[in-house]
Structure formats: structure tokens, C-alpha cells
């Protein structure tokens, strides 16, 4: 317990320092052009850990940013840590202003591209919400790419996320249920008193820390609605966009690699459904992180990088 206790204190100071990063590990931003963006990512490691296998973060979304994954900086004292803004959204840009064919393959082509030319032989792949889909279907093309997996909050499933938002308002409120399917049905999401609904939703299972954290109000302020309507829908409990029937569940036990799931006890993505999803896989394990909603990583950073860390360790 007192070596836990330490560990954790000293996550606590890289996490909580992350506006002063410990001198050694060193910092890099700049651009990669591919065929039709141009993205902004940030390169962190230490003398130490720059030879090991980085880890390449995907935030959610879709049309979001890495802003609230920052906490993630802490691990890269024990591998290189990349965080990049897929195009359109953050600081990274497209080539075409009109353009608006998003959709999952692109965003795979686009960071087939994106690993190509940081010229790493092998990856680590940690995806949050939408980019642990986005993991997923990378790896299901470019299987001996990837060494392992992190899937934070995963949305691998639209129909079985959405299933779990409908149980999960109602074992909120009967009330608040059948006001969101009221307007869901008539379409009519845009209605105050709907929008209301999901807010209250959202506190209890999208981010349970109030005010939200800065990162967080930073990277959902700056989100690309356009992205997100296209892919999406215009909220997390009610899927209309592309993304809507995509499925990656049944493909799961194709990968066979070291893959860790973890899961919010209040999470969109809840901790049934990540079992199951972990349980379609030869090699996979979850981690539930008490307390913690769909945002762990920027709600609970110190447990999230600490259980991170530890499955780091057993790749060892």
C-alpha cells in the first residue's frame, strides 16, 4: 500500500504539473502533411523512454481535439506520448475549406498516413470514446503494425452505445427517459426542454466533476460541430450521423494482440458492456476506474495514467 501510495503521489506531481513539465522530459510540436491535411501533434518523451514504442492518442469526438488529454504527458517517462488533432479539428486543418466527406475510413487512411510518416516500426495505440473505434478499425488493416491497445470509454459499438445511453437514463429517471425519447422520436432535439434532459444526463455520465475540468471545457468548446454532426449526431445519447450502424464488435477476436480496456463505473461506455467487448478478444483485460465517468482521463488522470502505466509495465 505505501508503494502505491507513492507511485500515486508522484503521477499526482507529473499530472498536476503539467503546466511546469519535469525537466526531463522534452517537448515537440509541428505539422505533418498528408495527402489532404495538414495535422498538428505534440511529441513528449525523455532521454529514457524516446527508444521504447510510442504511444499514439486518439481523441474522441468525432471533430474534438486532444486538449483534454493532457494529463496523458505523464506517461512519458515510460514511452514516448503523441497527441495529434485529426484534420479539422484543433489546429489541424484540411487542404479543401468545403471539404466534408468524414467518415471512419478516412480518418483510418488518415492515420495510416500519419503513422507512415512518423516512421515508427511498431505502435501503441490509446483511444478515447470515438478514437478507440478508430483504434480498433486502424488495427483490424494494420494488425502487425500495433504492439497493443488502450481503449478508454469505448465506442466500438454506435447501436450497443446507444442502447446503454437509453438504460443508463433510465435508471437515472423513468421522467427523464421518456422526455429524451419523446424528442428523439419526433426528432425535435433541439427543444430546451430536451437539451435540459441531456444535460442533467451528461452530469451524471459523461463528466461527473463539477465545474468540468479546464481541459475538458477547452477541448468541448472547440469542438467541430460539422465533424460531429456528420459522424455523429448532435448529442452522445442519440446517433443520426455515418457513424450510427457501425458495428466493430463482431471483428474484435481478430485481434489478438495485449489490449486494455478501461471503463468510468458511471460511463456511457459502462463497464458491462467493455467486458463484453474485452471478452471477444484472446488478450484483453478491464480496468474500472471507481467513481469516474465517460472523461476518466481528464477527470480521473491520476488513476487513468496509473492504470495505463502499470499495463506499460506488463509489455515489459
Not at 421518456?178 to 451524471?204: L, Q
Request: glycine share 6%; aromatic share 10%; net charge negative.
Amino acid at each position: 500500500k505505501i508503494l502505491t501510495t507513492l507511485s500515486l503521489l508522484f503521477m499526482q506531481y507529473l499530472i498536476l504539473g503539467a503546466t511546469k513539465m519535469p525537466s526531463e522530459i522534452h517537448t515537440k510540436q509541428d505539422f505533418i502533411v498528408t495527402n489532404n491535411a495538414n495535422l498538428y501533434y505534440q511529441l513528449f518523451d525523455t532521454n529514457q523512454s524516446q527508444n521504447r514504442t510510442p504511444i499514439i492518442c486518439l481523441h474522441g469526438g468525432p471533430g474534438s481535439n486532444q486538449q483534454y488529454l493532457m494529463s496523458l504527458k505523464a506517461l512519458a517517462t515510460q514511452n514516448p506520448v503523441i497527441l495529434y488533432d485529426q484534420s479539422g479539428c484543433g489546429k489541424s486543418t484540411t487542404n479543401d475549406p468545403e471539404f466534408d466527406d468524414y467518415n471512419l475510413q478516412y480518418y483510418v487512411d488518415e492515420l495510416k498516413q500519419f503513422i507512415d510518416h512518423l516512421g515508427y516500426e511498431k505502435i501503441i495505440l490509446l483511444g478515447h470514446s470515438w478514437g478507440a473505434m478508430l483504434a480498433v478499425a486502424y488495427t483490424l488493416e494494420n494488425s502487425t503494425k500495433v504492439e497493443s491497445l488502450i481503449l478508454s470509454g469505448a465506442c466500438l459499438s454506435s447501436p450497443m452505445w446507444v442502447a446503454d445511453c437509453k438504460k443508463l437514463a433510465q435508471s437515472l429517471s423513468p421522467k427523464l427517459y421518456e422526455i429524451m425519447a419523446k424528442h428523439e422520436s419526433e426528432e425535435t432535439t433541439n427543444d430546451p426542454e430536451y437539451i435540459a434532459a441531456v444535460d442533467k444526463f451528461y452530469a451524471n455520465f459523461f463528466c461527473r466533476v463539477s465545474p468540468w475540468p479546464t481541459d475538458l471545457e477547452i477541448a468541448i468548446s472547440g469542438i467541430n460541430r460539422k465533424i460531429y454532426g456528420k459522424m455523429w449526431g448532435n448529442y452522445e445519447t442519440y446517433a443520426t450521423g455515418n457513424l450510427k450502424d457501425v458495428n466493430l464488435a463482431p471483428q474484435l477476436h481478430k485481434i489478438t494482440i495485449p489490449t486494455l480496456f478501461i471503463s468510468g463505473e458511471y460511463d456511457t461506455a459502462t463497464p458491462e458492456s467493455m467486458q463484453y467487448c474485452a471478452n471477444q478478444m484472446q488478450n484483453a483485460k478491464l480496468v474500472i476506474i471507481p467513481g469516474g465517468a465517460h472523461c476518466t482521463p481528464t477527470e480521473k488522470p491520476i488513476e487513468f495514467v496509473q492504470a495505463v502505466s502499470e499495463f506499460l509495465k506488463e509489455l515489459i
